[in-house]
């Protein structure tokens, strides 16, 4: 049983690293990475070092970082449980004014997978509601050479999405400023009161949502999928992301 153990944690801290490893080389530097790296790192020196960790783990001083590891683990599990049920349900009329689609890293020019999956929600909702405004929001991070913004607009130009309908919102460097800025650019733009919806994946839904209450905005929402590939480090970090929110306000 012991043996059978020792595979099964080797084994997912593997496929853990192997994962983080690949995507270190496609995607852009954040914290989901770097925590999905150490997680798998975990598990395999665990399982490398698994009789003598259990040797220092029958002690008080042991017993009390199984309890926390414990705690730390059920919380995940709630939060992401939390993401899973919020990001899956959608309350968008196709009545809105406008829609505001949250931006994500870009590779110097190109639009990641990540953001694809929202460009491609943003045109089946275009379609639906052509009368729409589509604010495109995100600034230029580093290593990219444009702003998000500026490669959300090239994409959706590229797949028929029409130019007069589309507003560029190019220096939000968070959530935060994402809707902030963007209810600055529509409060010119459209009489008050207007109906508004965003676009995000379905990982970011929850914490996106909650963010644009604080931002004086109360929008319906139209979720993107996620990217299976990124679905550990993305779900690490929104937890991470949540529980700030949560402490902080």
Not at 216 to 228: C, E, K, V
Request: hydrophobic fraction near 50%.
């Amino acid at each position: 049983m012991k043996a059978f153990f020792r595979f099964l944690l080797a084994t997912i801290g593997l496929l853990i690293l192997m994962n983080a490893g690949y995507l270190w080389m496609v995607s852009n530097y954040n914290l989901g990475l770097l925590l999905a790296t150490i997680l798998g790192c975990v598990f395999l020196l665990y399982a490398l070092l698994f009789n003598v960790i259990n040797r220092l783990l029958r002690n008080t001083f042991g017993r009390i970082i199984k309890v926390s590891i414990l705690i730390t683990a059920t919380i995940f599990i709630f939060i992401s449980t939390l993401i899973s049920v919020a990001g899956r349900s959608n309350t968008v009329t196709y009545q809105e004014d406008a829609i505001i689609v949250l931006g994500a890293g870009i590779h110097e020019e190109q639009v990641s997978r990540v953001l694809a999956y929202r460009l491609d929600t943003a045109l089946q909702y275009h379609k639906m509601n052509p009368h729409a405004l589509l604010v495109l929001s995100g600034g230029q991070g580093p290593g990219e050479t444009i702003s998000e913004a500026a490669a959300m607009e090239r994409y959706l130009l590229a797949r028929g999405a029409d130019p007069a309908k589309i507003i560029r919102e190019e220096r939000a460097t968070s959530t935060y400023e994402n809707f902030l800025n963007s209810k600055e650019l529509l409060d010119a733009t459209l009489k008050t009161p207007y109906k508004i919806a965003y676009i995000t994946n379905q990982f970011h839904m929850y914490r996106a949502g909650r963010i644009a209450v604080t931002a004086g905005l109360f929008p319906t929402r139209f979720h993107a999928q996620n990217d299976l590939i990124t679905l550990l480090p993305d779900y690490l970090r929104e937890c991470c992301a949540i529980l700030n929110f949560w402490i902080r306000g």
